[in-house]
């Protein structure tokens, strides 16, 4: 009888604890942004500044003074780049080098945080600024306080694990999207992060369908359809599926639009694309929203 008794308190304790694994599991929720961005509404921003903005007289690409900057004069997502430091730090850099960008030299995995500060960043036309290379976990603390959402460019020295978790650690799952290249990139980075939105590369119909058979549900895709327009039933496609769609003009449309006039940005919305991914963003934005 002993025996029968301690079996039924042994089981009990099991049960108990599988039964607080599943209730750990569904206090995970979904980011905010998964609702927030559905073809089906209007009220999110319609401009992705590339780089945090590029070509902007006295402030640099990839800085957090920009992104302040851009932010006080229109609405919009900021697409940053994230790389590693030798000891570990997740910073905000395009490059393997920081040469291009800052008056230093030398690769970001070369060089430790502390090492970095000691350079300035300088604008894209050579401009020293009193800018510095910012930490990825300060911009998060900026962007979570401001409500300024962010698509995270993960370099390929950097893990998604270790921006995921960093992004967790700062709470700011709602204003984070997290980018990838391919159908592995988007299926790795669901699994590590279902309650994420992700940017997903969907140029074409082929690469939505494989997209499709992964089983990455479809309200988490934000679809990124390239830096050329894509056929106009693709558009259809995407937008019937409730998924919005991102051009990036970045490049040859963005001079487009430069040499025949920036109501091509209007053009290319209402062709299908609900937001534009730019180095234009104040012109691209008051030719969409003005």
Not at 70 to 78: C, K, R, T
Not at 140 to 148: G, Q
Request: glycine share 4%; aromatic share 8%.
């Amino acid at each position: 009888m002993k025996r029968f008794i301690l079996l039924l308190l042994i089981l009990g304790l099991i049960g108990c604890k599988e039964s607080k694994t599943i209730d750990v599991r569904t206090v995970v929720s979904n980011s905010k942004l998964i609702e927030v961005f559905k073809d089906s509404k209007t009220n999110y921003p319609n401009i992705s500044v590339h780089r945090g903005g590029k070509g902007l007289l006295n402030y640099p690409e990839n800085c957090l003074e920009t992104l302040q900057y851009v932010s006080d004069s229109i609405s919009a997502v900021y697409e940053v780049d994230v790389a590693q430091t030798k000891d570990g730090q997740l910073v905000l850099m395009h490059d393997n080098s920081i040469e291009r960008t800052t008056n230093g030299s030398g690769l970001v995995k070369d060089l430790t945080y502390k090492e970095l500060k000691r350079f300035n960043l300088e604008d894209d036309y050579g401009n020293k600024t009193a800018f510095k290379i910012p930490l990825f976990s300060e911009v998060l603390k900026w962007c979570k306080t401001n409500n300024v959402i962010l698509t995270i460019d993960i370099k390929r020295s950097v893990s998604q694990e270790t921006v995921i978790n960093t992004v967790r650690e700062a709470k700011a799952e709602d204003i984070s999207i997290i980018i990838t290249y391919d159908v592995e990139q988007a299926k790795s980075a669901y699994t590590l992060a279902p309650e994420l939105l992700l940017s997903v590369s969907a140029r074409n119909h082929e690469e939505f369908d494989r997209l499709l058979k992964a089983k990455i549900p479809t309200e988490n895709m934000l679809a990124f359809t390239g830096t050329r327009l894509s056929n106009a039933s693709l558009y259809k496609r995407l937008n019937e599926n409730d998924i919005v769609c991102m051009l990036g003009t970045l490049g040859n449309l963005d001079k487009q639009a430069e040499a025949r006039g920036d109501e091509l940005y209007l053009r290319w919305q209402t062709f299908g694309a609900n937001i534009i991914a730019t180095d234009r963003p104040f012109e691209a934005f008051r030719a969409i929203n003005n």
